[in-house]
């Protein structure tokens, strides 16, 4: 067993460090901000799976394989998208995650599923990084309730027995690094009052023999192994067009 799979399975969540090279880390920056500019309507925080099926380069950076490559210790060889959402915290203004589990929302079965988080920007405890509740893994899922009294990027939250937040620890990153958690684990993180953006990467992967009870819940795509028979339909991959979506280094080969 590899150190980053003990502590996932001790702790429920694991750092991998310098993970994607700068120029695609780059790439990833001006994504986030062409897809801000392209749908003024949405909240930076909110620019989720359903934007997925017809983005190559979504597709290109979550189907990278020094990504799936740590997916694998994680789920197995056989690896499908379940959904992504770039939370894209703007300096001074950026909502907070209330304490939740991820499982809790997710209409998954059975609960196979891992967590990449893609820091695109430095991710620290002062411009609203993400936090986790050591071992909460082993909680039970709960049902999560509403908190209309924050203006929050969920809306919703775990009930506060549940929350310990002195045991929380911080996960500080750079651009680049990648953790990765549990369905189950207690985590969130705090607005941003900074000036400095927060941008993170969501991926959700499950392995193929997990079936999504919702299709439309994600944004279903297979990225590598086998496919299971009868399980999940998966989406077909977009073809790139000149003028429709985000230019890349590799666009023109997608
Ligand atoms: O990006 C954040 O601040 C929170 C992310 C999160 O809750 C998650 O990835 O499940």
């Given amino acids: ?88 915290k703007p300096p001074f203004s950026g909502r907070p995650v209330l304490w939740h589990q991820d499982g809790s929302y997710w209409p998954l079965e059975p609960m196979e599923v891992v967590t990449l988080w893609l820091a695109v ?24 309730k509403a908190n209309p009294e924050v203006d929050s990027v969920l809306g919703s939250e775990i009930p506060v027995e549940f929350v310990d937040e002195s045991l929380a620890v911080d996960l500080v990153l750079g651009p680049g690094d990648v953790s990765v958690h549990n369905p189950t684990i207690v985590h969130g993180s705090s607005a941003n009052t900074s000036p400095n953006r927060r941008c993170g990467l969501t991926i959700r992967y499950i392995p193929t023999s997990t079936k999504v009870l919702v299709p439309d819940a994600g944004c279903l795509f297979h990225l590598r192994g086998d496919v299971v028979e009868g399980v999940n339909t998966y989406l077909t991959r977009p073809k790139y067009r000149p003028g429709d979506h985000f230019k890349f280094r590799s666009s023109d080969a997608w």
């Fill in 1 to 88: 067993m590899t150190p980053h799979r003990k502590q996932y399975d001790e702790l429920g969540y694991t750092i991998f460090r310098n993970v994607l090279d700068a120029d695609l880390i780059k790439e990833a920056s001006d994504h986030v901000e062409w897809l801000a500019k392209k749908h003024p309507e949405l909240r930076p925080e909110e620019l989720g799976h359903f934007l997925v099926p017809d983005d190559p380069f979504w597709i290109r950076l979550v189907s990278d394989d020094r990504l799936l490559d740590i997916v694998e210790q994680f789920i197995g060889p056989n690896i499908a998208l379940f959904a992504s959402h770039y939370i894209n």
């Fill in 121 to 144: 920007d430095a991710s620290t405890p002062d411009n609203g990084g993400m936090r986790v509740i050591p071992a909460t893994h082993r909680l039970d899922l709960q049902e999560m």
